[in-house]
């Protein structure tokens, strides 16, 4: 069985391979990673495309972190 967390507002369930993913994707800092990309207002069908990661992962990450942008 995957190990998975949960987000502590939301109760959102990442399994650690998902976990390892965005890490390896968005970098050791991910919100700081994220946040200037949609402060440059790209959305998140951009981002994920860019990071090789589903919207819906990068909307959900977007959500959690109190980051502002364009679903």
Known sequence: MPRVF????????VT???AYRILAALGPMPAEALAPMADY???????????G??????TDLRKHWGIDGDP
Not at 6 to 13: I, K, L, P, S, Y
Not at 53 to 58: F, Q
């Open 6 to 13: 949960h987000f502590e507002d939301n109760g959102a369930v």
């Open 16 to 18: 650690m391979e998902d």
């Open 41 to 51: 207002g790209l959305s998140d069908s951009n981002i994920g495309r860019y990071h």
């Open 53 to 58: 990661l589903p919207s819906c992962t990068i």
